[in-house]
């Protein structure tokens, strides 16, 4: 490892986590978390940088790391030069969306989270609603009987915490079979209303997260331990703690310190968080803690756990029908009410469901493809790696070493 390279993926990194702040200062939800210097964050509230001075120091930067000469640098450190430019330039393309440039939803998820999501006709979806409609009882359309079905598993609300907290401890003891965390990592849950979406986990340094729950909706008992595996262990939390931990403390990389929203990390972040709940709570062992904890204390009948997960999975492929609605949404080819029926009909989702969906897409724009397309990016990298569903020892070492790097999208390919 060259030490003149080190200094200036340093001193770029510095560069990269000030832009991000700066760029902050202009776009609200973009900082996710920082726990970096606060000199920094001083520096940048003093400096106030205009959009366009963010842009000449992004380019600058990015035409700096494609000057160095990294063919004798190790693998991580390849990824640590490629991590920079990769995120310096989703950086350049949300400066540009604010300063007004328009991007269709692919072309902006490319800019934004180095991928190009895939598109699925209305017939895919047709044929998975049709066997839906086979596998339900009852009368009225698919989304009726689906929702009327699902009914029952709703979570009381006097009995949500005690639900959540049975869920995040049998995860967060399963993941720390795996995976070394932090002897002071701890969280908090809050319940809270009126957000765009479902749950969020707000890292605050230190191996420390606040869990947020909306519980503005019915929840139903499947969201119990995607939640804690998702916001939690080993999803947002973990990969967290492990960025603070290992590369921002023990590497010294700063640009780890702090998390940009609307960026390539982010569907590795969402990514790895969904998949973590397949790698924490494989098929039957999920089924087996359903039935015996999560469905006792929510007082349903344990003997409907196996029903429920067999339409739930069939549900859970009609995932990509969100993104189509968003695609159609944010390309204007669809009107916010199209766009709340096409998830009535295609995702099942009850109407005031649907229309809580575009007030994320409001928001988060084509952030939605990190979901669906960020698990199956993460599922295939694991599993070409030999972490495949029979080998969990392997799936954990796999899990863990990609959260635990600076590895993006297009390095998953
Ligand atoms: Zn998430």
Not at 77 to 95: C, F, N, W
Not at 235 to 241: A, D, E, F, I, Q
Not at 333 to 349: F, G, H, N, P, S
Request: with cysteine; proline share 4%; glycine share 6%.
């Amino acid at each position: 490892m060259s030490q003149d390279i080190t200094i200036t993926l340093n001193r770029i990194a510095e560069t990269y986590v000030k832009l991000v702040l700066s760029l902050g200062q202009h776009d609200d939800s973009y900082v996710d978390s920082f726990y970096g210097p606060v000199k920094f964050l001083q520096e940048v509230k003093k400096e106030q940088k205009s959009l366009s001075d963010i842009r000449l120091m992004g380019q600058r930067a990015i035409a700096e790391l494609n000057d160095l000469n990294m063919s004798s640098e190790t693998e991580i450190i390849q990824l640590r030069q490629q991590y920079l430019k990769t995120q310096l330039t989703s950086l350049l393309a949300r400066v540009d969306m604010l300063t007004g440039k328009k991007f269709s939803f692919d072309e902006e998820a490319k800019a934004l989270y180095d991928v190009i999501p895939p598109s699925f006709t209305e017939s895919h979806f047709q044929k998975i609603v049709a066997e839906m409609d086979t596998l339900l009882s009852g009368k009225g359309s698919v989304n009726e009987k689906y929702n009327q079905f699902k009914k029952e598993f709703i979570i009381p609300k006097d009995k949500l915490d005690q639900v959540f907290k049975s869920a995040i401890t049998e995860c967060r003891n399963r993941t720390k079979e795996h995976i070394d965390l932090p002897d002071n990592e701890n969280f908090t849950i809050e319940y809270l209303n009126d957000k765009p979406w479902s749950g969020y986990n707000w890292y605050k340094g230190d191996s420390f997260s606040l869990i947020q729950m909306n519980t503005d909706l019915p929840i139903y008992i499947d969201r119990a331990v995607d939640l804690a595996a998702h916001e939690g262990y080993p999803g947002h939390h973990v990969y967290n703690s492990l960025l603070e931990s290992i590369l921002y403390k023990k590497y010294g990389w700063v640009e780890a310190s702090v998390y940009a929203l609307f960026s390539p990390q982010s569907l590795i972040a969402e990514g790895t968080a969904n998949f973590g709940i397949d790698v924490v709570l494989p098929g039957k062992d999920r089924i087996e803690f359903e039935k015996k904890i999560l469905f006792p204390i929510a007082g349903m009948d344990s003997n409907k756990a196996e029903r429920y997960y067999q339409i739930h999975e069939l549900f859970l492929k009609l995932g990509y029908a969100g993104n189509e609605a968003a695609r159609g949404y944010l390309n204007g080819t669809m009107t916010r009410d199209e766009a709340a029926a096409w998830l009535v009909k295609y995702a099942l989702m009850s109407p005031d469901r649907a229309q809580q969906r575009t007030r994320f897409f409001d928001t988060y724009r084509s952030y939605v493809i990190n979901y669906n397309l960020g698990q199956d990016l993460v599922k295939q990298y694991i599993e070409k790696r030999g972490g495949t569903p029979d080998k969990p020892q392997q799936r954990w070492e796999e899990f863990k070493k990609l959260i635990s790097s600076p590895r993006l999208p297009s390095g998953l390919m």
